[in-house]
């Protein structure tokens, strides 16, 4: 009876020990996205062994961003589908007043914020030869991806400019603009497109 008690027991140990082995090697893996009240919280083995790091993302709310292609007047494309970082998507035209004052501000934002944000900006209601000229002296740099398309106003349904619209990398529009708001105020939404992802 004894040797008997003494098996099971020994059985059982043998078990529990080989539970807390294989938790404790499950505790050093990654472990899965979890969604709790509108955000998604990772989990992930830190530098050093046994240390966890966790890392939380805002889930975006909003509509699903309409995907394009964009022929960009410096050569190549720009697809939004294909894009792993938050975009601002710019709509304006060379001859608009309120464009003149948005645009360069656009272009000033995306030297700070151009590692993280994807800058693309949409000519349209105009002609490319007109819209060249303006964005040499609006937006100089090649920080701002850009091309002319009207039929992509169309898809986004624009119906004045400036339009800029801020899309998680999720492909989610979180926010938007009209007409002139200045550089304080595009700040805010970016800032705030960077902590959604």
Known sequence: MVHRLTAIFTGFLVVVLAVLMIAGCASTATAPSTTTGGTV????????PG???????????????????????GGGSFSLSDET????????????????????IVNSLAADYGDDVTFVA???????????ARAAVWFPSDRILWGYDDDLWQTYLVRGQPVGFFISS???????????????????R????????
């Open 122 to 132: 949409v000519a349209g209601r105009s002609t490319l030869e007109a819209s060249q």
């Open 51 to 73: 240390e966890a790091t966790t890392t939380t993302r805002v889930t975006p709310e909003g509509d699903p961003a309409p995907d394009f292609t964009l022929a960009l007047d």
């Open 41 to 48: 919280t990772t989990v992930a083995q830190g530098e050093e």
């Open 190 to 197: 970016l800032d705030t497109l960077l902590a959604i992802g």
């Open 85 to 104: 970082k938050p975009v601002l998507l710019v709509f304006w035209a060379e001859w608009c007043p309120n464009c003149s004052v948005e645009m360069p």
């Open 170 to 188: 999720d492909n989610v529009i979180v926010d938007q603009w009209f007409g002139n708001i200045g550089k304080e105020a595009i700040m805010e």
